[in-house]
Nanobody, 117 residues
Framework: QVQLVESGGGSVQPGGSLRLSCVAS??????????MGWYRQAPGKGRELVAE???????NYDESVKGRFSISRDSAKNTVYLQMNSLKPSDTAVYYC?????????WGQGTQVTVSS
């Protein structure tokens, strides 16, 4: 059973930064070659893709976060990161990590990010 555990959320002022981490369980093997991504869901809205690393390592971002967010992975730690800079109130949401393994989509429990002055 694949498990994903997110951490790093919190409350920051506009313009601040946070780094989210998503640790994948050992049962996933290596995260190399595993499509993984970060999604978010704001109150009253659907879940949307923020950033992803494809199976081949390509990084894709939602237009709203390009130039501010960066996704990366550390295979040795089985961890995917989301570095978030220049945060805006519109970034407030619960952030979820997702991995696709053998066609099955696994989700973490989510971590809250609140951007407010």
């Amino acid at each position: 059973q694949v498990q994903l555990v997110e951490s790093g959320g919190g409350s920051v002022q506009p313009g601040g930064s946070l780094r989210l981490s998503c640790v994948a369980s050992a049962s996933i093997g290596s995260i190399n070659g595993i499509p993984m991504g970060w999604y978010r869901q704001a109150p009253g809205k659907g879940r949307e893709l923020v950033a992803e690393i494809t199976r081949l390592g390509t990084r894709n971002y939602d237009e709203s976060v390009k130039g501010r967010f960066s996704i990366s992975r550390d295979s040795a730690k089985n961890t995917v990161y989301l570095q978030m800079n220049s945060l805006k109130p519109s970034d407030t949401a619960v952030y979820y990590c997702k991995a696709v393994v053998d066609g099955i989509h696994y989700w973490g429990q989510g971590t809250q990010v609140t951007v407010s002055s």
